[in-house]
């Protein structure tokens, strides 16, 4: 190919063969002159870019590694975390579940004892009754004492041998859960209206549980409603709402229930199953733990 060019050289330009020579190198050094420059740019760019997306790689994994050490130490705080936290919600002794009572407070082994009591024939009349349990100390009965559904204390029965005036003294206290309208007229301040409305409010709530609930009947004052809680017996007893199989309908014509709570308890029972407990219904999103305290003596897993 050089022999080539040269010899055209010499032809066309009729150099001799030295000056054509040089001439190929003249060429020669031209051309190296010009492309070897743009060479070397074009091969620092790409060492350039080439570092640059090293840089963005390292950078990367360095995220990918913080972002896995922080997870790493979170799931080491969580492991170190208590499993049980203790709660504070109504519950019956007679009826709670083994979860209820440990959420409660109570060590494992007290709540079992718990419960075989219960399935020995053994039954809670008094809140009190709760410390004959071994394992449940009275600090613990005295810090959940509001929480627990049973009376204080027993009324006790009246001798047929009384005098009058015991007579007409145990006349006036009475069951609020078992009271008619013309009963609660006996309080001083409720007439008519105010009596009617409170039978109301109670047969639909399925009874009372607490004297706290007076408050939520309309009209009533403050000093009405402490002579009527002094006078009303408060035993707990209330009709229960299966959260198992009762229909939607049934669950929200209860007041401390709405359509919307009603739907999502009905949705939940069908993902999870037949529920054990009345606390199983706790992880509902809509279920804020003061509702969930109010509606739980209504709410029962079983027929």
Known sequence: MIRFIRQWIIDTLGFSKSEANGTLVLILVT??????????LI???????SFTADQ????QWGE????????????????TSPIVKLKSFPFDPNTASLQDLISLGFSEKASTNLINYREHGGSFKVKSDLSKIYGISEE??????????LPEVIAPKESKMVSAEKVTESKKRFDINRATAADLQAVRGIGP???E???????????FHSSDQLREVYGLDPEVIGKLSDLAIFTGEVKKININTDSLKHLYTHPYIDYNLARAIVSFRKQKG????????????????SLYQKIYPYLSPNP
């Open 274 to 289: 037949h529920l054990d407990s009345v606390s199983q219904i706790k992880p509902i999103k809509i279920l804020s733990d």
């Open 43 to 49: 091969e620092s760019r790409s060492d350039k870019e």
């Open 31 to 40: 051309f190296l002159a010009a492309v070897l420059p743009k060479i070397y």
């Open 56 to 59: 963005e790689s390292l950078r």
């Open 197 to 207: 409305r409170i039978v109301s409010f109670r047969d639909k709530l399925g009874g």
């Open 140 to 149: 613990r009965v005295q810090a959940l004492w509001s929480k627990i559904q």
């Open 64 to 79: 990918e590694l913080e972002s896995f050490l922080e997870l790493k130490e979170s799931k080491s705080l969580e492991d």
């Open 193 to 195: 209206v105010l009596s």
